[in-house]
């Protein structure tokens, strides 16, 4: 069996999902591998993504660990058996790997959710806008890693699916670099909020009582609401959070900060006055 050298994040949820199903079972490593009659340092490969599973032995397990979610095992032998090379491959070893991560991500999402505080999600930006802001990282990147970042970035604005932004007023204030990249990239907000599958919606400042917004998140819908995602910036990368507490928690963060914010056409409204203003 050859071990993994770098599991993916879809690989790595995989993992552990199997092992959420075994603890629930109340069975040890070692009872799963017997039952699958293999060796136990093989369960432990497979729970860390150090290695592959069979759609065989994804049933089989399931089986053995009771789990009569049909719909939810199908999802997991889905992702044990996807053999995708995604765009996002051509940037092995050329980008840190949760920018990877991150794309195959949002390659296999239903939905995403977006809320931003300080920026303009990056799914939404120019390419000037995500120049000033790559160009303003600590420690300072070369110009090819700037390049690099902003060519993987546009690649990842493909995308088709629903899309939902909450952008706080103070990401739209907030001049990255000079007034024509602040006025072309609110323009471009307004642009994109018109597309069928994107929604963008604003939390103004002088909306009273509001402390829903404690800080910038992504929430990544899965097949299936229990393996949907949520993506944190962390001060050494993103941090993607799958625990079910966890996701509720999100999740009602979410719906707050959607409640408070203006409805899509206020938000274009909203959008044109500060493009006016510059």
Request: proline share 4%.
């Amino acid at each position: 069996m050859v071990k993994r050298r770098e599991p993916t994040a879809r690989q790595m949820r995989l993992a552990t999902e199997l092992r959420r199903l075994r603890e629930a079972a109340g069975l040890s490593s070692r009872e799963a591998a017997s039952l699958l009659g293999v060796a136990p340092a093989q369960i432990t490969h497979i729970e860390s993504a150090l290695a592959g599973v069979s759609e065989l032995r994804v049933r089989r397990l399931a089986s053995h660990y009771a789990c009569g979610d049909e719909e939810f095992v199908d999802a997991l032998v889905a992702m044990a058996t996807d053999r995708t090379r995604g765009w996002w491959e051509e940037y092995r070893g050329l980008l840190p790997t949760p920018f990877l991560d991150l794309s195959e991500l949002e390659h296999h999402a239903r939905f995403l959710r977006h809320v931003a505080i300080l920026y303009v999600p990056g799914l939404l930006q120019t390419e000037d806008y995500s120049r000033a802001v790559f160009s303003s990282r600590v420690p300072e990147l070369t110009g090819e890693e700037v390049e690099l970042r902003i060519q993987h970035r546009k690649a990842r604005q493909r995308l088709t699916v629903p899309y939902e932004a909450v952008i706080h007023e103070a990401a739209l204030r907030i001049r990255v670099s000079g007034r024509g990249t602040s006025r072309a990239q609110l323009a471009r907000l307004i642009e994109l909020s018109e597309a069928d599958h994107i929604t963008v919606r604003v939390i103004p400042f002088d909306l009273d009582g509001f402390a829903s917004a404690a800080g910038t998140m992504t929430y990544v819908g899965g097949p299936l609401p229990k393996l949907d995602t949520v993506v944190r910036d962390a001060l050494h990368g993103s941090a993607f959070i799958d625990s079910g507490a966890q996701l509720h928690t999100y999740r009602t963060s979410f719906r707050k900060v959607e409640g408070a914010s203006l409805d899509p056409a206020q938000s274009r409204e909203f959008i044109h006055r500060l493009a006016k203003e510059l």
